[in-house]
Nanobody, 124 residues
Framework: QVQLVESGGGLVQAGGSLRLSCAAS????????MGWFRQAPGKEREFVAV????????YYADSVKGRFTISRDNAKNTVYLQMKSLKPEDTAVYYC?????????????????WGQGTQVTVSS
């Protein structure tokens, strides 16, 4: 069992930056790929980024590529999402997730564990 707790969300102006953190419990953190997803009001949950177990491989949604960076620290059981050049359309609840999705990293159903989410609001 893995428990995930996100933090770092908040209100920021367009063009600003935020760094989200996701702290995991348990000793198996490094066994899982870690993903970030988001859900805006009235919209479906969407993939944002994923990082492999070792941290050597990352993938991003086209909408955030070049602006967001995912990283992890396996010694601290934590995954991060550095967000820069934020836009109002980035406003959403951001969730981290742990799993072994393989090539289907962009599908939320492929992840085993989810955090409770953290709100990110970008004002124009």
């Amino acid at each position: 069992q893995v428990q995930l707790v996100e933090s770092g969300g908040g209100l920021v102006q367009a063009g600003g930056s935020l760094r989200l953190s996701c702290a995991a419990s348990g000793r198996t953190f490094s066994s899982y790929a870690m993903g970030w997803f988001r859900q805006a009001p009235g919209k479906e949950r969407e993939f944002v980024a994923v990082i492999s177990r070792s941290g050597n491989t990352t993938y991003y949604a086209d909408s955030v590529k070049g602006r967001f960076t995912i990283s992890r620290d396996n010694a601290k059981n934590t995954v991060y999402l550095q967000m820069k050049s934020l836009k109002p359309e980035d406003t959403a609840v951001y969730y981290c997730a742990a799993g072994q999705p393989g090539s289907y990293y962009y599908i939320g159903g492929e992840y085993y564990y989810w955090g409770q989410g953290t709100q990110v609001t970008v004002s124009s």
